[in-house]
């Protein structure tokens, strides 16, 4: 049959139902399978009513995660605990942490030739740690594994189109490094858009904390859910689109990289070409201002305690 089988861990919550729903949308998706500890049935069930060609399965517990991944062509991870107001991505690691190796290791055993999309944070731990069950397992491709970043270029968009007076369509960011605080590098010297200093600093700071907006305005009930399931449905239609063989699709993403390897990052975001096996071609950051030569080697220093956080969990244990 024409189109692939989606499986979403953590469909119930609330990156996981809208992102479902912009799934079950596509045209690309033959099969959408559902899967969480609570509530999937009800998502499932409602979901199924859209006269859209992609069928709606729901698998509740842990005793259904190989039914909800055999076949799966597409596996994406929103599942784990949000922030509350005052924490980092990086204060919910054990949490997600147990809950990605437990799923990673569900995906290595029932579905070891998907893409694997990793949503739960903190992405920049998180996506080592299912690498390293990937390797355990003996099924790890890099040019599979993917952390979605999308949203911090979504939101580079908006936020400078709203100080230039643009169409945020119109303005393309290369953000680069990782997911979380200081890693995320905005290179706005390569928008070709003039900015003044005090500017550049400005848009840097909400672009790398962007995130803390909306945990403050949601006062304690958590983080990005509606555009952060929008950002990752976009990515996941773009790897679908690369899957079926369509040329030239770009998406910025958190990758197994050799960008910032010879500085001790082995995952690093940049743009990425995708091709029919996931990860075609990896770009480079391209040309830095002193500014943002500057955050980049601060950027890596955080990031490169951030992976070997993620690698150690799973290695120490
Ligand atoms: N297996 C599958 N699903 C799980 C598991 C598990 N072991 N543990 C929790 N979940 C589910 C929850 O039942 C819930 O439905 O994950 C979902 C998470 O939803 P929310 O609590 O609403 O959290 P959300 O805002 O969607 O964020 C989830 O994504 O961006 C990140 O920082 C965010 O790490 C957080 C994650």
């Known amino acids: 049959m024409h189109g692939k089988k989606v499986a979403v861990l953590g469909a119930a919550g609330g990156i996981g139902q809208p992102l479902s729903l912009l799934l079950k949308l596509n045209p690309l998706v033959s099969e959408l399978s559902l899967y969480d500890i609570v509530n999937t049935p009800g998502v ?20 259904s995660l190989g039914e909800a991944l055999t076949g799966s062509d597409v596996i994406v991870i929103p599942a784990g605990v949000p922030r509350k107001p005052g924490m980092t991505r990086d204060d919910l690691f054990n949490t997600n942490a147990n809950i990605v190796k437990t799923l990673a290791e569900g995906a290595a055993k029932y579905a070891p030739k998907a893409h694997l999309l990793i949503i739960s944070n903190p992405v920049n731990s998180t996506v080592p740690i299912v690498a390293e069950v990937l390797k355990k397992h003996g099924v790890f491709d890099p040019a599979r594994l993917f952390g979605v970043t999308s949203l911090d270029v979504v939101r580079a968009s908006t936020f400078v189109a709203a100080i230039k007076g643009k169409n945020p369509e119109d303005v393309h960011v290369h953000v680069v490094g990782g997911h979380s605080g200081v890693t ?37 009930t958590g983080s990005a859910t509606l555009s952060m399931a929008q950002a990752g449905a976009r990515f996941t239609n773009s790897l679908l689109k690369a899957l079926e063989g369509q040329k030239g699709i770009v998406e910025p993403t958190f990758v197994f990289s050799p960008v910032a390897q010879k500085e ?46 993620g690698v150690q969990f799973v290695k120490g244990a």
Do not use: C
């Not at 001790?264 to 029919?276: K, R, S």
């Open 44 to 63: 499932a069930a409602d979901l199924s009513h859209i006269n859209t060609p992609a069928k709606v399965t729901g698998h509740k517990g842990a005793e």
């Open 184 to 220: 995320i590098l905005p290179l706005l010297s390569q928008t070709g858009i003039k900015f003044t200093q005090d500017e550049i600093e400005k848009l840097t700071h909400r672009i790398q904390y962007g995130g803390d907006e909306v945990v403050k305005a949601k006062d304690g």
């Open 264 to 309: 001790g990052a082995d995952f690093f975001a940049t743009n990425v070409e995708l091709g029919t096996g996931g990860v075609a071609k990896i770009h480079p950051v391209g040309p830095m201002s002193d500014y943002e030569q500057k955050l980049y080697a601060e950027a890596v220093v955080e990031l490169k305690k951030n992976i070997a956080k």
